[in-house]
């Protein structure tokens, strides 16, 4: 029996669509990215699908630890603009003190780092469709129908890792997290003896701004972590960028919301997980981002390819593990930022200044000490250290 050309355009579309994958990741940050190389070499098929064109800009500061290593069998260093082994410390542009760091911190830029992890999936096999709009998702049976502006696929698992600003976790029927204030600036430089992290506090109520340089750029962030949110952010951030030398405009200002870490929760439901900032993984301290969501992505890939395997229970353990290995110290880490905003003042004299501060935090970047080990100490020394005015 023959076709007419009609019919067979209609027929591929139709196996097109029947095409199943064993993981559609929604997403292509560092979480998307890690869960796709991980499952694909595993030899499972995965579509990776992303909004934007990649390599595409990234509104993040770009601070990453060492440590991420760990979670990889490739070498990461084409990925890393530079290494910095120093950091800065101001309260209010003043009163400085600059540390050594114990393990140098990498600098990455978003669009480079972000685009090499998906490059390094895609050469386990597995499929990138970015420029791609998600538009809605439905679960049928068994698998996932996932809809885009371009086309309907379908997944028996699914990982939502779209970000802070993503739709996925809400369409899952997750309860949305509440997003802090955040902006950045992406700025050119060509001032290579300035290859440090700064750190300036008491400029932003319940809230600080940093600058990690590039090899040929810096990026300027500001941010709240408690509190309610202030009006000024973009102003201060610009007085800010002005103050340190760089040359910079409104049209720069990227806004980038903060999903920090606000207590154990639920990440997983019929065949889909969270990862990432749509899990709202960041340290409510720090804002570090990157690590936590690649070490989402490693146990994300874990959990699917059990499941895959038939342990029925496999996206209950990794809501289980990402809420033991990682939500239980944040919940140290969030008492920690409490009483350092409460009393920021006070912190930075009795607590950001001394040289072991600085070592304490860097060892707790690389995983090697936990908020737990450190938090009841610092929140008594902050709490007796408290004179009314001096906050």
């Known amino acids: 029996m023959t076709f007419p050309i009609t019919s067979k355009l209609e ?102 780092f972000d685009h090499f992890l998906i490059q390094k999936a895609q050469a386990q096999g597995a499929e990138l469709r970015d420029k791609t709009e998600v538009t809605g998702i439905e679960f049928k049976s068994d698998h996932w129908q996932v809809k885009t502006n371009t086309e309907t696929v379908t997944g028996r698992y699914l990982i939502a890792a779209d970000g802070a600003k993503g739709p996925m976790a809400k369409w899952l029927g997750f309860k949305e997290s509440k997003k802090r204030q955040s902006m950045v600036i992406e700025a050119a430089s060509s001032d290579d003896s300035n290859q440090k992290v700064n750190f300036e506090f008491g400029s932003v109520k319940n809230g600080n701004i940093w600058s990690f340089p590039k090899a040929d750029s810096a990026s300027i962030s500001i941010a709240t972590f408690r509190g309610g949110e202030p009006k000024n952010l973009s102003k201060d951030l610009m007085e800010y960028a002005k103050q340190i030398g760089l040359n910079v405009n409104q049209n720069q200002l990227l806004e980038h919301p903060l999903s920090l870490w606000d207590g154990d929760k639920n990440l997983h439901t019929e065949n889909a997980i969270l990862a990432g900032e749509a899990a709202s993984l960041l340290d409510p301290l720090s804002a570090e981002g990157i690590r936590p969501s690649i070490f989402s992505g490693v146990k994300a890939a874990e ?33 920690l930022a409490g009483a350092f905003y409460r009393f920021p003042k006070v912190g930075y004299k009795v607590g950001v200044k001394l040289p072991a501060a600085t070592e304490v935090m860097s060892k707790i970047l690389c995983g090697e000490l936990r908020y737990a080990n450190v938090a009841n100490r610092a929140i008594k020394k902050l709490s007796g250290s408290f004179l009314p005015g001096r906050g």
């Open 303 to 335: 959990a699917i390819d059990g499941a895959l395997g038939g342990d029925g229970d496999a996206l209950k353990k990794y809501t289980q593990v990402v809420n033991e290995e990682w939500g239980a110290d944040m919940v140290w880490a969030g008492r």
């Open 11 to 112: 027929k591929i579309k139709v196996l097109k669509l029947k095409k199943m994958f064993d993981c559609i990741i929604v997403g292509a940050g560092p979480a998307g990215g890690t869960a796709a190389y991980h499952l694909a070499k595993k030899g499972r098929s995965v579509l990776v699908i992303e909004k934007e064109s990649l390599p595409r800009v990234k509104a993040c500061g770009g601070g990453v630890s060492p440590a991420i290593a760990q979670w990889f069998d490739f070498d990461l260093s084409p990925a890393i603009s530079v290494k910095v082994s120093k950091i800065r410390y101001t309260w209010k542009l003043e009163d400085p003190v600059e540390a050594e760091l114990p393990v140098p911190m990498w600098m990455v830029k978003r669009d480079v």
